[in-house]
C-alpha cells in the first residue's frame, strides 16, 4: 500500500484530499504546515508527497528545498497542489525538482491518476543507476542515481545544465549549481537522454537546450551561447554548430532568435 503524506494549512482541503485517497486504498498522513510537514516526512519516508505552496512560517518551496538536501527523502515524489497559477510559480516548482504542479480546483479523478500515473513512473526508475549498463530512454521527470564514488545523489533528468567529458568521467553541472562527476562516457549519455532536450555542441559536451539563454555568431559559422547556471560561455564546435543549427529548424522545443 502506498503512503502519501498531504501538507496544506487549510483543514478543509486537507481532510478532503485525505478521504479521497483513503477511499482509493492509500496509507494516508497529513500535516497543517510546512514544518510539521518535514518531520512527518523525514519520520515516515512516504512514497509521495502532496504539497500546497502558500503556507505561514514555511511555504511549499522551502519545504521541497528541505527535503532535497536530506538523501532519505530527496528521492520522494514531490507534487505541488496550489491555487498559484501563473507561470512563474510553475517554473520554480519545477526548477527546485517538483514532480508535478497541479493547480486547484482539480476533480478527485483527475488528481488520483495523476498522482497513480507519477507513483508508477518513479519507482520503475527509482533504483536506475546512471553508472549501469541500462539502455532504456528517460524523459526530463524523471530521476536517475548518480554516484561520484563516495555517496548516491539522486539527480532530476530536467535539471541536468551541461554534461562535459573530464578525463574518463563525465561532470554533470546542476541548475542548483552542484556539479556531480561519474563515471560515464558521453556516448553512453546520449544513448539514454531525450535527443529533443539534449544536443552534443562540442565533442566533450552535451548541453540541454532548454537552459540556453542567448544564442550569438561568432565567425565561420560557429555558434557561442550564454547559458543559465553555466559559469562559462559555451563556443560551439564549427562541426556541431552545423549539426545544432539543423536540429533547431525540426525541434519543437526551442525556436532561435
Not at 483527475?110 to 526508475?125: A, G, P, T, W
Not at 539514454?192 to 565567425?219: D, G, M, Y
Request: contains cysteine; aromatic residues 8%.
Amino acid at each position: 500500500m502506498y503512503k502519501i503524506l498531504i501538507i496544506d494549512d487549510d483543514a478543509s482541503i486537507r481532510d478532503n484530499l485525505k478521504d479521497i485517497f483513503e477511499l482509493s486504498g492509500y496509507n494516508v498522513n497529513s500535516a497543517e504546515d510546512g514544518i510539521e510537514g518535514i518531520k512527518k516526512a523525514k519520520e515516515i519516508i512516504p512514497d509521495l508527497i502532496l504539497c500546497d505552496i502558500a503556507m505561514p512560517d514555511l511555504d511549499g518551496y522551502k519545504v521541497k528545498m528541505n527535503l532535497e538536501t536530506d538523501k532519505n527523502t530527496s528521492l520522494i515524489p514531490f507534487i505541488f497542489l496550489t491555487a498559484k497559477a501563473d507561470f512563474k510559480n510553475m517554473r520554480h516548482a519545477m526548477n527546485l525538482g517538483a514532480d508535478d504542479y497541479i493547480t486547484k480546483p482539480v476533480r478527485s479523478r483527475d488528481l488520483l491518476e495523476i498522482v497513480k500515473k507519477r507513483l508508477e513512473r518513479i519507482s520503475s526508475f527509482k533504483s536506475q543507476q546512471v553508472n549501469s549498463n541500462s539502455l532504456q530512454k528517460l524523459s526530463l521527470d524523471d530521476k536517475i542515481l548518480v554516484s561520484d564514488g563516495s555517496e548516491h545523489v539522486f539527480v532530476m533528468i530536467g535539471n541536468i545544465v551541461v554534461i562535459k567529458v573530464t578525463g574518463d568521467y563525465t561532470k554533470i553541472y546542476i541548475n542548483d549549481r552542484r556539479k556531480i562527476i561519474v563515471k560515464r562516457t558521453l556516448k553512453s549519455w546520449e544513448k539514454v537522454l531525450p535527443k529533443n532536450n539534449f544536443l552534443r555542441v562540442r565533442r566533450n559536451i552535451i548541453l540541454n537546450i532548454n537552459f540556453v539563454e542567448k544564442l550569438e555568431p561568432w565567425f565561420k559559422g560557429i555558434i557561442v551561447a550564454k547559458i543559465y547556471h553555466y559559469p562559462e560561455v559555451l563556443k560551439f564546435s564549427k562541426r556541431y554548430s552545423m549539426k545544432f543549427k539543423k536540429s533547431l529548424k525540426n525541434n519543437p522545443l526551442f525556436t532561435a532568435e
